[in-house]
């Protein structure tokens, strides 16, 4: 099962920063955040990932709060091809027999960018 | 670098016949993840394989799907009898190794319809 709560939609106007929040109160500590979109009818795109400090790369920011029980991806400057699910994920260790680093999507979030 | 490859890009077939997929993952990455997405819902993990291994099949129904990557490299996941539930998109996914900070990179899916 999915670890994470993200809101089910967002909106964004074009050129204007997207924050999408996530909360995974469960997260253990050698467990990352990962976030991934899918734009109709393509495979997931990776985004970035972390594990407690906050990272950045050409695409995203990823914000993850000190008790890391929640993160904000952020799309500093939204356009109209960044409409897609957006899926916060977070990511199993390895260990113990039975865990192999699964990546367990949830429902996602819907962000839709408007001119 | 060439992203994961997968064929066909569709595939319609009627309930009780046998259909397979194709994958050949990113060069070099030792990690293969099957997974299914039912329209509507997040990617759900079939199977994973470490090199020529299988790692975790747990969510994979074994009486009548079967997977196999017999040389490490490339896979095939098979379905044999489908069922009308089985359609969905398949996807492949490679990771350099299993670690959680060795991001997944997807293919585009072959999208089955079955009749």
């Known amino acids: 099962d999915a670890k994470t709560t993200q809101p089910p939609s967002m909106d964004c106007a074009e050129g204007r920063a997207a924050n999408l929040p996530c909360n995974h109160s469960?997260?253990?500590?050698?467990?990352?955040v990962y976030w991934y979109r899918q734009i109709h009818s393509q495979g997931p795109q990776y985004i970035i990932h972390?594990?407690?400090n906050n990272e950045t790369n050409e695409m995203a920011s990823l914000i993850i709060t000190e008790d890391r029980k929640s993160s904000t991806l952020i799309l500093p400057h939204a356009t109209l091809r960044d409409t897609a699910v957006y899926y916060c994920?977070?990511?199993?260790?390895?260990?113990?027999?039975?865990?192999?680093?699964?990546?367990?999507f949830g429902q996602g979030t819907i962000l839709t960018v408007h001119p | 670098e060439a992203g994961v490859a997968q064929s066909p890009r569709y595939k319609i077939i009627e309930k009780r016949q046998s259909v397979a997929f194709w994958c050949n993952p990113i060069?070099?990455?030792?990690?293969l993840y099957w997974y299914q997405q039912i329209l509507g819902q997040g990617p759900k993990l079939l199977i994973q394989?470490?090199?020529?291994?299988?790692?975790?099949d747990s969510q994979l129904p074994k009486d009548r799907f079967s997977a196999e990557r017999l040389k490490g490299v490339d896979s095939t996941l098979k379905i044999q009898p489908a069922k009308l539930e089985d359609s969905a998109v398949y996807l492949c996914?490679?990771?350099?190794?299993?670690?959680?900070?060795?991001?997944?990179?997807f293919g585009n899916g072959t999208r089955l319809t079955v009749t």
């Open positions: 060069s070099g990455h030792a990690t």
């Open positions: 469960t997260i253990s500590g050698n467990e990352y």
């Open positions: 972390g594990l407690k």
């Open positions: 996914a490679s990771s350099l190794d299993p670690s959680p900070n060795s991001p997944l990179h």
């Open positions: 994920i977070v990511r199993e260790g390895i260990g113990g027999g039975t865990s192999y680093g699964k990546l367990t």
């Open positions: 394989f470490q090199n020529n291994g299988v790692v975790d």
